[in-house]
């Protein structure tokens, strides 16, 4: 007998089970589908695109998109010890304050908004720069300046600077518009995961069990409360149980998936797959919405690719000093902008990348490349994930309902053309030569949102499937608990009603650093004083 069973060592997963066994007394059980993540890929930044297929991420894709030309978008998670930041591209962006004021007074997640979750990006991290208002020092998770700068990365930030734009050294700080460098989550030049900044160091203790490649099946629910979860471990079926509550942190598709497989989802899908139906309840598995994104290319005839820096020399001065092109996230510039005036908060985000798309079906991944990722940040599609069948070992159906929202195209439009303009000014466009995506002759409105809706592709920022909200028809009430069901509850980014203006790992370690303290029945840390601080350009 556990007190806690947490399903998913991804990384909320991690964060809770550090946080729960700070107390000796109380044990905690780990499950993890996914093998450990004892593989060497996983510490060197500059191989993050090949851990997107094979063992380490869930291979996943949306069902056909009527919004995206008809096509299937690929969309890898994490699959082993610390989920998606053992696999993501270590960008560490928080969102906008107006993200979380959102949550907390329009869908009344009391508790959740700006200044109630800056404690907790604060506790959680260990910032190289140092201690300030917004930033913390001494955490698990180590937040670094980048090591390595390719060259095309401050040339766009010069580009975007001299067309305008502000430039902005600290996209979590007072302001997120501008331009600048992206910060990561790493230490001394390696990847640093959940996995690494609070798993290892809560495995010293003698109150936390981990089993990985254990794939949960059911959340076994008596009398209205979880008091368990089955699980296949290497082919055996087996069954832990939980004392206190089942925490469920698989991610945005995972956890709505295993409360459907449990019985607890719309009625009528439950019986259309012969699910017995435990709990009524319609939302689990709506509201599941992600970051469309679309790559501009141009053909950089006198930058080398990516692969060609990919050496054996490249490769010891990475073991050695952990510097060089294999110190390089991939993604170290970018920027939040507005796609209109009267905007309360950026809608754009954009990244540049020294080389081709890291998808290969968009782009040729043998050309000297740049991509300028072009990022709608408020999404109005909603979709959602629902069962293909009551088999646990079968994929769900993800319907993220890409671009049915046409406000969500006139956004990744606009993008497109800030993208073009940026990379016209100097020094960009002394660098950059021939437009292969959209291509040059491609600049009249219809067009492009053809093209558009022909690339859209996901930036890994699914969330919202599980959301909370203060209305009874939410699947989680603010404190995170699954209505209907006593001693379960949820916590990852599936539980974010609307998804933060930025990447998504930094807020779904903030939502566990404050999901451990409601677990727990610890007073929240107090809200952050705001009042001295300057509001965001363009807040009203």
């Given at each position: ?53 094979g ?33 993501n591209?270590?960008v ?18 009391h ?5 109630d979750?800056l ?21 698990p ?60 160091p ?210 990744l ?18 660098l ?109």
């Open positions: 007998m556990y007190d806690y069973v947490i399903v998913g060592a991804g990384s909320a997963g991690c964060v809770l089970a550090a946080r729960l066994t700070e107390d000796p007394g109380t044990r905690v059980l780990l499950l993890e589908a996914g093998p450990p993540d004892d593989a060497a890929e996983i510490r060197i930044p500059g191989v993050t695109p090949t851990l997107w297929q063992p380490l991420a869930w291979d996943d894709a949306t069902i056909p998109q009527p919004g995206a030309a008809g096509r299937r978008v690929f969309w890898p998670h994490g699959r082993t010890l610390g989920g998606s930041s053992s696999i591209g270590m560490y962006v928080r969102g906008n304050r107006v993200d979380y004021d959102t949550w907390r007074d329009v869908h009344g997640c508790g959740w908004g700006y200044a979750l404690p907790y990006f604060r506790r959680a991290e260990d910032q190289q720069r140092g201690e300030s208002v917004y930033h913390g020092v001494g955490g998770l180590r937040v670094e300046d980048p090591r390595y700068i390719h060259p095309l990365s401050e040339a766009w930030v010069d580009a975007a600077i001299a067309g305008g734009v502000a430039g902005n050294d600290d996209f979590n700080g007072a302001t997120q518009d501008g331009a600048g460098l992206y910060q990561v989550t790493q230490r001394g030049g390696r990847r640093w995961s959940t996995a690494d900044g609070y798993l290892r809560a495995l010293r203790r003698g109150n936390l069990t981990v089993e990985t490649d254990a794939l949960a099946t059911r959340v076994v629910i008596e009398d209205g409360r979880a008091v368990g979860v089955r699980y296949l471990h290497r082919g055996a079926e087996r069954e832990a149980r939980a004392g206190r509550e089942v925490v469920l942190c698989g991610g945005a598709v995972n956890s709505p998936q295993l409360l459907l497989l449990s019985g607890v989802g719309p009625a009528g899908q439950l019986r259309e797959h012969g699910v017995e139906v435990v709990v009524d309840a319609p939302r689990v598995g709506d509201g599941l919405h992600d970051h469309p994104t679309c790559f501009v290319v141009w053909h950089t005839p006198a930058i080398p690719h990516p692969l060609e820096e990919a050496t054996p020399g490249n490769l010891e001065l990475w073991q050695r000093e952990r510097r060089g092109p294999m110190a390089s996230h991939g993604v170290e510039a970018g920027g939040f902008a507005r796609s209109r005036d009267g905007l309360a908060a950026p809608d754009l985000q954009f990244g540049v990348a020294g080389g081709p798309p890291p998808l290969p079906e968009l782009a040729d991944p043998a050309r000297r490349s740049a991509s300028m990722i072009v990022v709608a940040l408020e999404p109005r599609s909603r979709g959602r994930v629902s069962l293909r069948s009551a088999d646990p070992r079968a994929k769900a159906a993800i319907d993220p309902a890409y671009l049915a929202d046409e406000a969500d195209l006139d956004v439009v606009a993008g497109v053309r800030q993208a073009r303009e940026i990379a016209a000014g100097q020094p960009l466009a002394g950059v030569a021939k437009e292969d995506a959209p291509g040059e002759g491609l600049s009249d409105d219809e067009r492009l949102r053809a093209w558009v809706r022909g690339n859209v592709t996901t930036i890994f920022h699914p969330t919202g499937s599980c959301a909370m909200g203060g209305s009874d028809t939410a699947v989680c009430d603010p404190e995170l608990r699954v209505r209907g069901v006593d001693g379960l509850r949820v916590v990852d980014a599936s539980v974010m009603p609307a998804v933060p203006r930025g990447n998504t790992n930094a807020p779904t370690i903030a939502v566990a650093e404050r999901a451990a303290d409601l677990i727990r029945g610890d007073t929240p840390l107090a809200p952050a004083d705001l009042e001295a601080e300057p509001a965001p350009v363009g807040a009203s």
